[in-house]
């Protein structure tokens, strides 16, 4: 009887090893039920970044989907039991919601629906910095002569800007404005909105200012010179032009760059034909001209921000002193034509200034 006994129970614990394997194995049971799952990002509407989603079932993981927003998944052929969903965000997300349970019930075709939520963890990048550019000055600045309006110097200073600085934003703001002399303009500094307000953001500052303070001395088209205008004009520029300066940087804008542009002097140096008379106007002419430059030079050299471009200088040795005054200006037409005579740039003179202020 021990003998059977002992058989029986081996038997029987042969056949519990064999089934139990088995039960183990034993797959969830089919069901026909569904869970929807969506995934949202923050903000976003367009981001087609794809989220992974598990499913387990009473703890146990049993699926796995790739979802991304806009393109539901579906765990699908469910049966009844607690289900528990879990997002894994790829990096620079994460997600906002809680891990959703879904008890399913007995049922056919029930469908339940999960959303999870997820924001981006990366910070947008930055705006680029914004350089302002500000032209403050008269119709050298503006580009207008007598002969056409030319492109004037500001716009070749402001396109080096922007290849110098390629990453930012440069913008600009021509206020200046034909026939403007320093009272002008430090009225419209004072009491002109636009003129404060650009003023005030600006990173950049250019100023030509100082020719229509005695180009109204020039008489009989530009061969003789009335002293009583130039030296009343000279005058007005060298108590104006300080005052604009501490208007921008007291009240206006203490910061940014300004760059400030010699008046040059038009006439040749050395007699060329049908010009005879003009070195000696030259001489005369200079001694206007240099008190001009003089009080420029000064105020660019109380402020470590502020700077000055040697045009003067500049057109006095490259083109004055060699005779060709008229390669850079509209001063020098044909003898017979004298009385259309401009002192303004031409192109020429122009892409010349341009070049120096970069």
């Keep these: ?76 052929n469910l049966a009844a039991g607690t289900y528990t969903l879990t997002e894994t965000p790829p990096e620079n997300y994460e997600c906002s919601s809680t891990n959703p349970v879904v008890q399913v019930v007995e049922g056919r075709n029930n469908t339940y629906s999960v959303t999870f939520a997820n924001q981006v963890t990366v910070p947008p990048e930055p705006d680029p910095e914004t350089i302002h550019y500000v032209a403050l000055g008269d119709s050298i600045a ?38 403007d002399d320093a009272t002008d303009l430090l009225n419209k500094l004072r009491d002109n909105s636009t003129f404060k307000t650009e003023v005030g953001k600006a990173d950049v500052i250019t ?85 001009i430059n003089a009080k420029i030079r000064v105020e660019a050299a109380l402020d470590p921000e502020t700077r000055f471009v040697e045009i003067h200088d500049y057109f006095k040795s490259t083109y004055a002193d060699n005779g060709k005054m008229g390669s850079v200006t509209y001063f020098y037409p044909i003898s017979w034509l004298k009385f259309t005579r401009d002192p303004h740039p031409n192109q020429t003179g122009q892409n010349v200034i341009a070049t120096k202020h970069q």
């Design 1 to 76: 009887m021990k003998k059977f006994s002992a058989v029986f129970i081996c038997v029987l614990l042969v056949i519990v090893l064999m089934i139990a394997p088995a039960y183990a194995a034993k797959p969830p049971k089919v069901g026909t039920n569904s869970i929807t799952v969506t995934v949202t990002v923050a903000e976003d509407p367009n981001d087609t970044t794809s989220f992974d989603v598990a499913l387990s079932l009473d703890g146990k993981p049993i699926a796995s989907l790739s979802i991304a927003q806009g393109s539901p998944g579906t765990f699908a």
């Design 142 to 179: 503006t580009g207008s002569t007598s002969r056409g309006t030319t492109t004037s110097y500001v716009y070749g200073y402001y396109n080096f800007l922007k290849q110098q600085y390629p990453d930012s934003v440069v913008t600009l703001s021509n206020l200046s404005y034909n026939g």
């Design 207 to 291: 100023i030509t200012i100082g020719g229509n303070n005695i180009l109204i001395a020039g008489e009989n088209s530009f061969t003789s010179i009335n002293n009583t205008v130039a030296e009343a004009g000279t005058q007005s520029f060298e108590t104006d032009f300080p005052q604009v300066i501490d208007q921008i940087r007291g009240n206006l804008n203490n910061t940014a760059e300004i760059i400030i542009m010699t008046l040059y002097n038009p006439y040749n140096t050395v007699a060329i034909s049908g010009y005879s008379s003009d070195p000696a106007l030259h001489t005369e002419a200079e001694q206007y001209i240099s008190r």
